[in-house]
T-cell receptor, first 111, second 112 residues
């Protein structure tokens, strides 16, 4: 199906474990983004990418790593999960930096 | 620092009862203001982009307007399917395209 997908949709993990959240888009959009959404906060940018092999930090990058070897994929890795990383994670993509199209989200619980 | 404040936090309307949601913002040079709709358990869905004061955009029962300090999302004769959280975001001219600041949102409930 065309669009932007995220996997897994739900994930429970333990403190200290490595977790990778996947994001895949079929539009060949150049730009991709990772956000987290927490109660009492607006969406906050973790990392973004302007093209394959070009990534940069957003507002809250600590504890996260990204890569983008292919245009369509933008995985987000939590190297050693902490409870403060319990959140809902959204991936977004766009060909126009002004209008972003969001995936369905991954709900992550770190115990 | 760019800021976005949305009010009210929650709004309950009877079906057909028109109202407006507010988005107040401060930004060092506005590139664009965005409205998104977010349904429970889903990602935000793009609605509108506004670029300059005085601009208006419409989509079905929704109309977004922009001034130099705030934006309004007017909902005319809402239906239960309009129930959702509406997010406002601003993008500054400086700081790069990735610098988009989101508000917390207004949760709208439309009762039949």
């Amino acid at each position: 199906d065309a669009g932007i997908t995220q996997s897994p949709r739900y994930k429970i993990t333990e403190t200290g474990r490595q977790v990778t959240l996947m994001c895949h888009q079929t539009w060949s959009h150049s730009y991709m983004f990772w956000y987290r959404q927490d109660l009492g906060h607006g969406l906050r940018l973790i990392y973004y990418s302007a093209a394959a092999d070009i990534t940069d930090k957003g507002e809250v990058p600590d504890g996260y790593v990204v890569s983008r070897s292919k245009t369509e994929n933008f995985p987000l890795t939590l190297e050693s999960a902490t409870r403060s990383q319990t959140s809902v994670y959204f991936c977004a993509s766009t060909s126009n930096p002004e209008t972003q199209y969001f995936g369905p989200g991954t709900r992550l619980l770190v115990l | 620092e760019d800021q976005v404040t949305q009010s009210p936090e929650a709004l309950r309307l009877q079906e057909g009862e028109s109202s407006s949601l507010n988005c107040s913002y401060t930004v060092s040079g506005l590139r664009g203001l965005f409205w998104y709709r977010q349904d429970p358990g889903k990602g935000p869905e793009f609605l509108f982009t506004l670029y300059s004061a005085g601009e208006e955009k419409e989509k079905e029962r929704l109309k977004a307007t922009l001034t130099k300090k705030e934006s309004f999302l007017h909902i005319t004769a809402p239906k239960p399917e309009d129930s959702a959280t509406y997010l406002c975001a601003v993008q500054a001219r400086s700081g790069g395209y990735q610098k988009v600041t989101f508000g917390i949102g207004t949760k709208l409930q439309v009762i039949p």
